[in-house]
């Protein structure tokens, strides 16, 4: 019923956007800066502008620990993003927090239900001059925060349990030229993430990642990030294809492929005036985990096999 109430109030919040007067936002220059879960487009925001977006996302997890101790059948995490976005000049800010409520199913034991805060991405963005159009660069800099529930529940539920730090090269490729009136661009992002909690690691999808084992480096769960993105453009609809192949690269013969964060996101966006958007999209995972893995605890209930999210956003016109 908590969940029904504020679905409401934010879906009243978007119809009053949606009549909002037109911010400066330009639907074909620009996209969001979207956080660790997207591809981060080096064609930003027109300068003073402000975009707010929530997202909703729902997975299940089967055959996992549960806080009582118990096996939970099933568990389903339905998580919601609040995402702020700020543009001035070439530098773009975006702050991230969010919620999780979870649902451990424990069969003839009855159900648990758990709700609170996560943890919270913060992100500077650096863009390139207005001028460059076939292919434009940037760099991106992000810090998670533990500010995640961190009671209750099993460790991870809800927080990493530690700070994480994250840099990205951006790159864009337009090739609007060979597609008519449309506009096509393809996004890479390549970059390097230092993991905060050496000593337990975290459960948190899609923060992931296993904890040091005894004699290993501090480096060993540290990531590549790879991030390659395409969206289509035309009269105010969005095709969006986006592939995150990340990487324990320090890791070496430890972990194999199936047990590094593999994924595939696809979304469709639709435009209702020039503020306001809605989004619908899911994500498929190629690694499972591996059940004989010794560097990852409990492989097989760390990757969902699918998520499904729908979001919207809206801009605030100029600063």
Known sequence: MRLRSRVSVFLAMAGLASSCPAA????????PAFPMTY????????????LTEITFSCYHLFDSPSPSGFLAREESVVETRFRFY????????????????????????????????????LGLQILPPAGESFVRLGIAGMLLLPTGRDDGGRPG????????????????????????????????????????????????????YPAVPVGEPASFNNQMLLR???????????????????????????????????????????????????????????????????????????????VVSGSMGWGWGSL
């Open 86 to 121: 700020a543009s001035a000049g070439r530098a773009q800010l975006w702050i991230e927090p969010g919620t999780r409520r979870f649902r451990w199913d424990l069969g003839a034991e009855g159900e648990i239900t758990e709700w609170g805060w996560t943890d919270t991405w």
């Open 157 to 208: 539920d809800f927080s990493t349990g530690g700070t994480d730090y994250a840099l990205m090269s951006l790159c864009d490729v337009d090739l609007s030229r060979f597609f008519g009136s449309g506009r096509c661009v393809v996004y890479l992002n390549l970059g390097y993430r230092w993991h905060g909690n050496d000593e337990d690691g975290s459960r948190v999808w899609p923060d992931a």
């Open 39 to 50: 591809v981060i487009a080096a064609r930003g925001m027109a300068s003073g502008t402000v």
């Open 24 to 31: 400066p936002v330009d639907k074909g220059d620009s996209s």
């Open 228 to 306: 390659l993105g395409w969206r289509y453009s035309a009269r105010g609809v969005s095709l969006e294809t986006e592939f995150r192949g990340d990487r324990f690269i320090h890791a070496r013969d430890r972990m194999g492929l199936r047990e590094n964060p593999v994924s595939l996101n696809a979304g469709l966006r639709k435009w209702f005036g020039a503020c306001f958007w809605m989004r619908l999209g899911g994500e498929v995972a190629f690694s499972k985990g591996d059940p004989e893995s010794q560097a990852m605890a409990d492989p097989l209930c760390a990757f969902p096999d699918w």
